[in-house]
C-alpha cells in the first residue's frame, strides 16, 4: 500500500507532495515553511527519505534544501541544475526506492520545457507507474510556461514542452494520476487548472500540448503568455544559492510612532486586512494587500525588492499566516509589525484616512448619454493586458496594476475610479492612488457587471 498527499500552497496557486509507504516517503517540491510537510510525515508515520525537486523554481523559495538537512533525507536535484551546494545529481532514468514494504520507488524522466533541466518523477509501485510528479511539465489542461529561463530560449524550450508532454503521454499508462506543482493560479503555467485532478489518460483527450501539432502548439502558447511577475527574478538566483532556515517567530512590535516614522522615511507599511474595513479606516500612506488574497504573489511583485515593510493585522494569526506566505517568496522578516483594531496604529490628534467603494452600476452614472465619462472622471482599470483585450470600459485608462506604482503620475486629474476583475487589485491600486493624495473609488465588483451595466466595448 502506498499514499500520497497532497499539501497545497494556495497563494502561490502550487502544490507540494508527499508519497510513501509504510515506513518512509519522498517530499516533492516542498514549500520553504518546511514544518508543514514534517507535520504530514508525522501524521503518517513515516520518515522522510528523499526529498526531490522537479526543477530550480522561479516562482517561490524552495524549502527542500533546508527539509533535507533537517531530516537527513536524501536530496535529489536534475543534474542540469546550476546549485552551489551538495544534493544528488539525478539524470533521466535513475531510480530510488523510496519504501521497500511497500515495494515504491521513484523513477526520473527527463522533461524539459518549463527550464532546460526539468525532471518528473515517476511513482511506482510493484514496478507499476501509479502517478507522476510532473513539476512544471505537464499540467491539468496547459503546460508550465517556457519564458522564464531567457527570452532568446523561450520557442526552444515550448518545443520542448511538446515533446515532454508526448513522452509522457507514450510512457506512462492512461490511469496514472498527473500530479504537477503549478497550474492552480500560479503565474508559472501557461493557462489555468480546469479541475483539481487528472491522469494521463484525460490529458492525452484534452490537452492542447498533447491535441495539436507542434507547431500550432507552440504558436498558441506563445501568444497567450502574460506578464512575468517581476520577484521572479530573484527566486532562482536565491534556489541556486541554498536558501536559508527561515524564522517565523513574531516581529518587533511597532507603536502608532514608529509607523508614521517608518513611512515618512519611504518605507512600505502594509495592511492586511480585507478591504471593505481598509476603504473605511486606514492610516494615511499605507497600502492594503488582503492577506486572505494573493498576498505573496502581489506584494512581492510590487514592492520594491529589498524594500523595508511593516506589517499591520487584525489578530497575531493574520500576521503569522502572512509571513508564512511571504518567506515562500523571499520577503524573510518583516521591518515590524501591529496587530489590533486601525485606530492604534495612528497618533493622537492624526485621523484615519478611507475612501469609497462602488459598484459597476454605480460607475455608469458617471458616463454620458452619448457614452463618454464626465468631466472630472478618470475610469482606470488595472486588469492585466491579456484580461483588457476580451474587453474593457470605453474611456478607460490603462496601467496593470503591476506597473502602476511606478506610472502614477500618468493618471489623469480627477476622482479616479479604479476596477479590475473582481475587486482585489482594484483596492490595492486604490490604496496605491490614496496613499499619494489621490481622490479615489475602489471598484469592488465582478467585471461581468460592467458588461450588464452596458459599460464594456470588444477591443478591435
Request: glycine residues 10%; negative net charge; proline residues 5%.
Amino acid at each position: 500500500m502506498f499514499f500520497v498527499d497532497t499539501i497545497e500552497v494556495p497563494g502561490l496557486g502550487n502544490r507540494s507532495y508527499l508519497a510513501g509507504g509504510e515506513r518512509t516517503a519522498v517530499a516533492v517540491d516542498p514549500p520553504r515553511d518546511i514544518d508543514r510537510v514534517i507535520t504530514a510525515a508525522a501524521r503518517r508515520g513515516v520518515r522522510i527519505s528523499h526529498v526531490v525537486e522537479t526543477h530550480l523554481h522561479n516562482d517561490y523559495v524552495t524549502g527542500g534544501l533546508e527539509l533535507a538537512r533537517v531530516t537527513g533525507a536524501a536530496y535529489l536535484v536534475p543534474a542540469g541544475a546550476g546549485v552551489s551546494y551538495e544534493r544528488t545529481p539525478v539524470h533521466d532514468g535513475d531510480s530510488a526506492e523510496i519504501d521497500a514494504r511497500a515495494s515504491l520507488t521513484l523513477r526520473a524522466l527527463a522533461t524539459p520545457g518549463h527550464t532546460a533541466h526539468h525532471t518528473s518523477y515517476v511513482l511506482e509501485a510493484d514496478g507499476t507507474a501509479v502517478a507522476v510528479f510532473t513539476g512544471g511539465s505537464l499540467l491539468v489542461g496547459t503546460v508550465g510556461r517556457p519564458d522564464l529561463v531567457e527570452p532568446r530560449l523561450t520557442e526552444r524550450l515550448a518545443r520542448a514542452q511538446h515533446a515532454s508532454a508526448h513522452r509522457l503521454a507514450a510512457e506512462l499508462p492512461d490511469d496514472a494520476a498527473v500530479l504537477p506543482t503549478h497550474g492552480f493560479g500560479s503565474f508559472c503555467s501557461s493557462g489555468q487548472a480546469d479541475g483539481a485532478s487528472t491522469t494521463i489518460g484525460k490529458e492525452k483527450a484534452s490537452n492542447e500540448a498533447l491535441t495539436r501539432d507542434v507547431d500550432t502548439f507552440v504558436a498558441g502558447l506563445l501568444a497567450a503568455l502574460s506578464d512575468v511577475p517581476a520577484y521572479y527574478t530573484h527566486m532562482g538566483p536565491a534556489n541556486a544559492a541554498g536558501p536559508a532556515p527561515v524564522d517565523l517567530t513574531p516581529p518587533a512590535v511597532a507603536d502608532a510612532e514608529e509607523i508614521a516614522a517608518r513611512l515618512a522615511a519611504g518605507e512600505w507599511v502594509v495592511d492586511l486586512r480585507n478591504r471593505v474595513a481598509f476603504a473605511e479606516g486606514h492610516v494615511a500612506g499605507s497600502f492594503n494587500f488582503e492577506g486572505e488574497g494573493q498576498l505573496a504573489t502581489y506584494l512581492a511583485w510590487l514592492i520594491p525588492w529589498g524594500k523595508p515593510v511593516t506589517l499591520l493585522a487584525e489578530s497575531a494569526e493574520q500576521l503569522a499566516a502572512a509571513q508564512r506566505e511571504l518567506v515562500r517568496v523571499g520577503i524573510d522578516r518583516p521591518a515590524a509589525a501591529a496587530t489590533g483594531a486601525p485606530e492604534r496604529w495612528v497618533r493622537d490628534g492624526d485621523d484615519l484616512a478611507s475612501f469609497p467603494r462602488a459598484t459597476f452600476a454605480g460607475l455608469a452614472e458617471n458616463f454620458e448619454d452619448g457614452g463618454s465619462v464626465r468631466d472630472g472622471v478618470v475610469v482606470l482599470d488595472v486588469r492585466r493586458a491579456a484580461e483588457r483585450s476580451a474587453g474593457f470600459i470605453g474611456g478607460s485608462v490603462h496601467i496593470p496594476l503591476h506597473a502602476l506604482h511606478g506610472r502614477l503620475k500618468e493618471v489623469p486629474a480627477g476622482q479616479v475610479w479604479v476596477h479590475c476583475a473582481g475587486g482585489m487589485r482594484a483596492a490595492i491600486a486604490a490604496s496605491l492612488l490614496d496613499a499619494a493624495g489621490r481622490d479615489v473609488v475602489a471598484v469592488d465588483d465582478s467585471f461581468a457587471a460592467a458588461e450588464q451595466a452596458g459599460l464594456t466595448v470588444r477591443a478591435s
